[in-house]
């Protein structure tokens, strides 16, 4: 047994990790945040430059054929930076569905995806609060025609391309549609976490049985697994974030002085800190653990990211809140990293089922 | 033993019950905290000035300083019953932080330059106390005061002034002497936020808003009548000041309100650990309010209950927070969207349930509770000194 990153492994965390420490800077970040732009596009084009956003893609479609360890490694790297940049939507959740399809113009975008030039999203919920994304209202119609309202569509405004999945019959089918085609209207939101997501209206869009990806148990399978992809990798971040929690909390106790002494000094802030410790641990081994099935493709890989999740649910807001807690005032101001990463736990939490919602998936 | 308030204090109720239902809450501020909707300065001070209109600003003060002289159990009453009725809280920094330090501690000149204002609300107040090397441990404040004729001059910086942008005056705890013991040496001064040399600066704080501020003063030129009470004993009247805080620090009558708020909304979720953990909270809540009763009772009694209020404080903003979390997870996967402290807006909702960006917006301002007011680790510390003596 051996739980260690390969040396190649090592090299790509260390190369993420230079680029969120020394170019990341999170003040430049609060900018974009602030400004109209959803994100930066010159770490965008950096990202596709240094080869990122083709990381995950098979080698037949032009990728490195990285997999879910690697994924992990940049999700957490990007946990720590509160990297805003929509990795996720474009790349894993659609990436990760057409890569794996038989779609037959999937090469293309594939190679629009990884060079940067373009973003697709998944239009995957709806307005229910039940985290079923099987059985979608939105339909397709015996004439081809899309009718129904994705809700969070997560980097919407910036998409070039929808895949939306659907009820087709009695079918579940994914099909992909242009964002500027007749009948699609998108309203963006901001997230609470500095992102925006979109509402995405199609009414009577036209589909062409060429732009249906998949149908019946393919495309529940293709969905079911980017899905799955997708909480492996925020919960990747959420354990990055949880270990930037802890070492900044340490770092601020050291340096902040109440009655004549660092507030380190006190025994119940460290014990606090030491179950920040404890908790992150924890979500990590649980992060391996769910890496590691998702990387064999096994049988059990959905229960253990469901066990993974519900624990960060749980863990991950814990830490965040006592980072703020113990950080005093500075931990609800704006001006520092420490409460943003008590944002991020709300999205990731809110993301792809909750800690109750895996417990019970989990149980199952 | 006998649960029961006496028919006195449930007609005073029913007195309180009938002004906020029928026209003395106003009704476009009434509406705006139904709907999470964030109030203007104007609508603050519409409500305050109704609630001095009705004669109880006063509402903790004894009768000879034009306060109503309630009596403990009123004045729970009264408190628990705004919390129902959907208050905006009072703000406390005039009428139950200074006032009580000044008719106390003042001089005739003070009480009378100052208490009226307080009481028809038409001065707004702020609380110059924390510093950025002055959190917890209050008492090793910097900002110094040197006495120069007839006047001190100021120079420092406070920090985490609550609404310091709306105030015309701020109370400042200033060091006007170097001691040994830090407590001493300490001075209560009353500062016009017109004279020069005071600058302030917004703090924005995680949900977006602008509630807090840092204020900085540069060579403040402050008439000498203005320190209150004697110069070196303002640590006295500081803590007297963070006693007078804990009025309804349990905040329980605005915790149901939003309990049963949340009630409502889980009933229609079928989701059975909802359930359980908003069945947890009422058990909670329920311990809380019948801990507050019988401190209440102590207190009617001739009892002295101390330091076992820091237990109002801590159990009271930990239900405070744990609801606001509870109505997030509510929210499901909307909990996503957070368009700021001023909600969406109204052209342009998404789909989902409406409370999503109030909730957000609560459980973020909510963060503060248990870091403000003497942090619920310092509360932790004051029950174990003074009830435990260990």
Known sequence: MNLNYSEEQVMLKEQIQKFCETEYDFYKREDVVKSDNDFDSKVWSLFAEQGWLSMPFSEESGGFGFGPIE????????????????????????????????????????????????????????????????????????????????????????????????????????????????????????????????????????????????????????????????????????VGCMTSCYLKTVEYTKSREQFDQPISNFQVLQHRMVDMFIESELCKSLLIKAMLEVDTNSEDMFKHVSALKAQIGKSGKFSAQQAVQLHGGMGVSDE???????KKMLTIDALFGNSDFHVKSFSV | MDINFTQEDLQFRDEIRDWLANGGYPTHVKHKTDNGIALTKQDMTDFHKAVSAKGWMGYNWPKEHGGTGWSATQLYIFNKEFGLGGCPPLLAFGVSMVAPVIYTFGNDEQKKRFLPDILEFNTWW?????????????????????????????????????????????????????????????????????????????????????EVNSVFFTDVKVPAENLVGEEGKGWTYAKFLLAHERFGIAAIGTSMRQLKRLKNIVSELDNPEMEKKVAELEISVSALEMTELRLLSALENGGHPGAESSILKIKGTEIQQTLTELFVEAAGEYALMYPGPHGFESNSKPEGPDFVAQSISAFLNMRKVSIYGGSNEIQKNIISKFVLGV
């Not at chain 1, 589909?207 to 495309?219: F, H, M, R």
């Not at chain 2, 013991?181 to 703090?203: A, C, H, N, R, Y």
């Open chain 2, 126 to 210: 702020c609380q110059g106390y924390s510093e950025p090397g002055s959190g917890s441990d209050l008492a090793s404040l910097k900002t110094k005061a040197v006495r120069e004729g007839d006047h001190y001059i100021i120079n420092g910086s406070k920090t985490w002034t609550t609404l310091a942008q709306n105030a015309d005056w701020i109370f400042v705890l200033v060091r006007t002497e170097t001691t040994k013991i830090k407590q001493e040496g300490i001075s209560f001064i009353l500062v016009d936020m017109k004279t020069p040399g005071i600058e302030v600066k917004p703090i924005i704080t995680i949900d977006g808003d602008h």
């Open chain 1, 336 to 342: 520092l990293m420490i409460g943003h990463y008590l």
């Open chain 1, 71 to 238: 994924l992990s490694i940049l999700f957490e790297e990007f946990g720590k930076a509160l990297v805003i940049e929509p990795y996720l939507s474009s790349v894993v959740l659609s990436g990760n569905i057409l890569d794996n399809s038989s779609f037959a113009d999937k090469n293309n975008i594939i190679e629009s995806i990884c060079s940067g030039s373009m973003h697709v999203s998944l239009a995957y919920a709806e307005s229910t609060n039940k985290y079923d994304y099987t059985n979608p209202l939105t339909s397709l119609s015996a004439d081809s025609k899309l009718n129904g309202t994705k809700a969070l569509v997560l980097n919407g405004a910036n998409a070039s391309k929808f895949i939306v999945s659907c009820n087709s019959g009695d079918d579940l089918a994914l099909v992909i549609v242009d964002s500027n085609a007749d009948g699609v209207s998108v309203t963006s939101f901001p997230t609470v976490d500095g992102q925006t997501c979109s509402e995405v209206s199609f009414e009577n869009v036209l589909v062409s049985d060429t732009n249906i990806i998949a149908s019946g148990s393919e495309a529940n399978d293709l969905l079911l697994r980017a899905i799955n992809l997708a909480t492996l990798c925020v919960s990747a971040e959420a």
